[in-house]
């Protein structure tokens, strides 16, 4: 009975973002030859932009690969979510639209598409196979999540004192030794604390503060400072970032409740000028040599089935089990009860 719950949502999922192409059967020959006519068209266009609100590398790789096998020109633009949010506003409004896709986190785009931004992706043949609980929808097409677990200095804590489960992170031996992302404002922080709160609770949080984290907002050097030392658990932990910490005192630590995620979608915008390269690119995003490509960089592909692709050193940091995300439309609330928690800025 699982199996088949599983299947028919996979269908339902498949069905709101593919179009025909999911349903197979009687309506698989006209989504091929829907598909080719796809094809040809966005090499007639001949060129994409791409607007990267994540500014994650591995976009610009693959960019180029499907540059080298398409014959397509993909030019790949990084910025912050905000200012591209911002650009996009303002290049619709002029009727100048540049970029024919944006990608960024999910709640993001949700936001953008409540202002009419974006136009329905269309068919996509590898989009059946997307996993229903990114929710992929017409508009917002999921290709990977990031998932957010801890990492902890190796000298300092060993053994039984290893967190294991959330709630231990509240034990009074961590009071001021806990690095954190800031709660209050977008980012990291505030995706590991929405998704606490309404995993746990305002308690939880209540007796995090009393820890007395030590709050900051530059990511990177907050990693090094936890493999020097300078404290003993640093959170949230992008997994992404794993490999570029072999070889110092640090491990990555998974709590047995799940890991805070944020999937990272791409969108068509309204008026693009190049929508057919767009729907071929956000397909051969979702080919499985594209999301095993992804998820060697440390993100969790967004198509099932492919668990056993993930690198072994990687896998239970890629694969692990999901807690919760952010929700369009409460950012401004979850700012403000972690302020009111955690202090102002």
């Given at each position: 009975?699982?199996?088949?719950?599983?299947?028919?949502?996979?269908?339902?999922?498949?069905?709101?973002?593919?179009?025909?192409?999911?349903?197979?059967?009687?309506?698989?020959?006209?989504?091929?030859?829907?598909?080719?006519?796809?094809?040809?068209?966005?090499?007639?266009?001949?060129?994409?932009?791409?607007?990267?609100?994540?500014?994650?590398?591995?976009?610009?790789?693959?960019?180029?690969?499907?540059?080298?096998?398409?014959?397509?020109?993909?030019?790949?633009?990084?910025?912050r979510a905000t200012?591209?949010?911002?650009?996009?506003?303002?290049?619709?409004?002029?009727?100048?639209?540049?970029?024919?896709?944006?990608?960024?986190?999910?709640?993001?785009?949700?936001?953008?598409?409540?202002?009419?931004?974006?136009?329905?992706?269309?068919?996509?043949?590898?989009?059946?196979?997307?996993?229903?609980?990114?929710?992929?929808?017409?508009?917002?097409?999921?290709?990977?999540?990031?998932?957010?677990?801890?990492?902890?200095?190796?000298?300092?804590?060993?053994?039984?004192?290893?967190?294991?489960?959330?709630?231990?992170?509240?034990?009074?031996?961590?009071?001021?030794?806990?690095?954190?992302?800031?709660?209050?404002?977008?980012?990291?922080?505030?995706?590991?604390?929405?998704?606490?709160?309404?995993?746990?609770?305002?308690?939880?949080?209540?007796?995090?503060?009393?820890?007395?984290?030590?709050?900051?907002?530059?990511?990177?050097?907050?990693?090094?400072?936890?493999?020097?030392g300078e404290y003993?658990?640093?959170?949230?932990?992008?997994?992404?970032?794993?490999?570029?910490?072999?070889?110092?005192?640090?491990?990555?630590?998974?709590?047995?409740?799940?890991?805070?995620?944020?999937?990272?979608?791409?969108?068509?915008?309204?008026?693009?000028?190049q929508p057919n390269?767009?729907?071929?690119?956000?397909?051969?995003?979702?080919?499985?040599?594209?999301?095993?490509?992804?998820?060697?960089?440390?993100?969790?592909?967004?198509?099932?089935?492919?668990?056993?692709?993930?690198?072994?050193?990687?896998?239970?940091?890629?694969?692990?089990?999901?807690?919760?995300?952010?929700?369009?439309?409460?950012?401004?609330?979850?700012?403000?009860?972690?302020?009111?928690?955690?202090?102002?800025?």
């Amino acid at each position: 009975m699982e199996n088949s719950i599983d299947r028919r949502a996979l269908l339902k999922a498949g069905v709101a973002a593919s179009g025909a192409w999911a349903l197979g059967g009687i309506n698989r020959a006209a989504a091929q030859a829907s598909w080719d006519a796809t094809v040809a068209a966005a090499k007639q266009e001949g060129k994409l932009v791409v607007y990267n609100g994540t500014n994650f590398a591995i976009v610009r790789k693959i960019a180029a690969k499907f540059q080298a096998e398409t014959g397509i020109q993909t030019d790949v633009l990084d910025g912050r979510a905000t200012e591209i949010r911002e650009r996009i506003r303002v290049e619709q409004a002029t009727g100048r639209t540049v970029a024919s896709l944006t990608y960024t986190g999910a709640t993001t785009l949700a936001t953008q598409k409540s202002e009419g931004a974006f136009q329905p992706m269309g068919a996509l043949p590898n989009a059946g196979r997307i996993d229903p609980q990114f929710k992929p929808d017409e508009t917002i097409i999921p290709v990977t999540a990031g998932n957010f677990a801890t990492i902890i200095n190796t000298n300092l804590v060993k053994g039984d004192d290893i967190p294991k489960t959330w709630s231990d992170f509240t034990h009074p031996k961590w009071k001021d030794r806990i690095l954190a992302d800031d709660p209050r404002a977008a980012g990291a922080g505030n995706v590991w604390f929405e998704a606490t709160y309404n995993a746990f609770g305002r308690g939880f949080h209540e007796k995090m503060a009393a820890q007395n984290l030590v709050i900051s907002r530059l990511f990177p050097e907050s990693e090094r400072r936890l493999a020097r030392g300078e404290y003993a658990i640093y959170l949230p932990f992008n997994v992404s970032e794993l490999k570029g910490l072999q070889g110092l005192p640090v491990q990555c630590v998974i709590p047995a409740e799940g890991v805070p995620y944020v999937p990272f979608c791409y969108s068509l915008l309204k008026d693009a000028p190049q929508p057919n390269a767009a729907r071929l690119f956000v397909n051969y995003m979702l080919a499985e040599a594209a999301q095993v490509a992804q998820a060697e960089e440390g993100f969790k592909p967004s198509v099932m089935g492919l668990s056993e692709k993930i690198p072994a050193g990687l896998r239970p940091y890629v694969d692990a089990k999901l807690l919760g995300t952010t929700t369009p439309g409460r950012q401004n609330e979850m700012f403000d009860l972690a302020k009111a928690i955690y202090g102002s800025a």
